[in-house]
């Protein structure tokens, strides 16, 4: 009876093969796939690493109408190639127009999209889904000043890295609906996802950044909430909703939640697109308030997060000529502390071993026991183990002893080869305008003349 049983079964079907080679590319597993794509993991000799290869179902073109549909698609993000430079954008390396299945090549991103934590039994931390939003927003804003608007930011279009059970990194992907302010040619409108459109954007209307920033607060409306700010099993009612309603009270489907991130949620929700934050600046501004205000908990250790770091190096004079991508680099590549007052940062006679910005805080030079000098927010000390040639000049003839609870950013010779020409140099010209002027204060007051730290 048994054999009868298994025989009268049908075999499952079998996988389709995997393809040894799209265009010049050996693939090596398949990532994921959807109704129209699917995406590959693929081994590029020319840049000598993974990448991710994203092409449209074979066959699928032979339907004029979904030849057409995906063509405008495939040509959004191919109009892209090289020209996206941002740690939290994913980048698009290559297009090919292949007849029968065109293809994309881009940065591999090793993580999950954050639809994974859309659900009640996996959300994120209030602090991580801050930091999660000002990172989008800060995406977000540098593609809107490349004259785009993404018009489907969601979860499963937002790719998030772990380490263990924290983000540590989020890049915005596929600019298939991506609006591009630049182009000539004709684009598509009322395209993106349903759950986190805006009401301008299924009206089919001009639009700006706020449609955008719409989409962003859904998104973080969900991450908080576990479900989406409306939800219905049809369509109409959902448009309904988007048109008509007032989604629940965070406050009502999580303990937690600060009324600040209520309200901030709210305002991107908003109706009318004139009640939203004016500019990407002011809605990430707001969020990095959120993010280091004490109601919103960060854990035992009270780390410095990154949002933290962005905003604060932004308002420092030392920065002021550094650009989103540098300062970018900086916030990642530099050591972050906070220390109590009375800490010392170095000591008499010590060799200098790294160099500190004071990015919160204050500390005081100490010459033989007598307090010489108060630097904040802003300054440089013992800089001469980056810029000295010579052992003898990194040597400390003072002491820094932290004045005020401080928070600081600190470098080595070596991480400081580790970041890019670029931004090396923007700390070397940085640099020379701090040593110009303590010159020009040793100048001012030759009666009292102070060596260089």
């Known amino acids: 009876m048994s054999l009868t049983l298994i025989a009268d079964q049908a ?15 050996r693939i090596k597993a398949k990532l994921g796939e959807g109704s129209t794509s699917e995406v590959f993991l693929a081994w590029d000799d020319f840049r000598g690493h993974d990448v991710a290869i994203k092409r449209v179902r074979p066959g699928l073109l032979a339907n004029t109408r979904d030849a057409h549909f995906q063509q405008r698609f495939f040509a959004a993000e191919a109009a ?7 740690p939290n954008v994913v980048e698009i390396l290559d297009a090919v127009p292949d007849v029968d299945a065109p293809y994309l090549v881009m940065e591999l991103v090793e993580g999950v999209t954050l639809r994974r934590f859309c659900r009640p039994d996996k959300l994120l931390p209030i602090a991580q889904i801050l930091e999660v939003g000002f990172k989008c927003a800060m995406a977000l804003r540098y593609c809107y000043r490349q004259g785009l608007i993404h018009r489907d930011v969601k979860p499963a279009n937002l790719l998030v890295k772990q380490d263990g059970d924290q983000i540590t990194d989020v890049k915005l992907t596929d600019f298939g609906s991506a609006f591009n302010m630049t182009a000539e040619q004709t684009q598509i409108y009322r395209v993106g996802s349903l759950a986190y459109m805006s009401p301008e954007q299924l009206d089919g209307d001009v639009l700006d950044c706020r449609a955008d920033m719409y989409s962003l607060g859904a998104v973080i409306y969900h991450l908080i909430a576990g479900r989406p700010p409306y939800d219905a099993q049809h369509q109409p009612a959902i448009v309904q909703q988007i048109f008509r309603s007032t989604p629940p009270s ?20 908003a109706k009318d697109r004139q009640d939203r934050p004016a500019s990407w600046y002011d809605f990430a501004q707001a969020l990095s308030a959120l993010s280091a205000d004490a109601q919103v908990l960060r854990g035992p250790l009270q780390e410095v997060m990154d949002s933290e770091r962005y905003t604060l190096l932004r308002a420092l004079a030392f920065f002021c000529d550094f650009g989103d991508v540098e300062l970018w680099e900086v916030v990642r590549r530099g050591r972050w502390q906070r220390h109590p007052c009375g800490h010392a940062l170095f000591r008499k006679g ?9 990015a919160l805080g204050q500390v005081e030079v100490h010459r033989d026991g007598l307090s010489v000098a108060t630097l904040g927010p802003g300054a440089s000390v013992g800089e001469m183990a980056y810029l000295a040639p ?24 070596s991480t400081m080869a580790l970041l890019s020409l670029p931004t090396r140099a923007l700390f ?8 110009v002027r303590r010159l020009h204060a040793a100048h001012e007051s030759l009666a009292h003349p102070r060596r260089i730290l």
């Open 11 to 25: 075999p499952e079907p079998s996988p389709p093969a995997l393809p040894a080679m799209i265009g010049k590319y």
């Open 80 to 86: 892209l190639v090289g020209r996206l430079h941002h």
């Open 250 to 269: 965070l406050s009502a489907l999580r303990e937690g939640v600060p009324a600040g991130l209520q309200q901030l949620v709210e305002r991107c929700l």
């Open 350 to 358: 010590e060799e200098g071993q790294a160099f500190y910005i004071i």
């Open 390 to 413: 010579s052992p003898d000049l990194r040597l400390h003839t003072v002491d820094i002893l932290v004045a005020q609870q401080a928070t600081t950013l600190s470098f080595t010779p």
């Open 428 to 435: 070397d010209k940085a640099f020379i305008g701090v040593l």
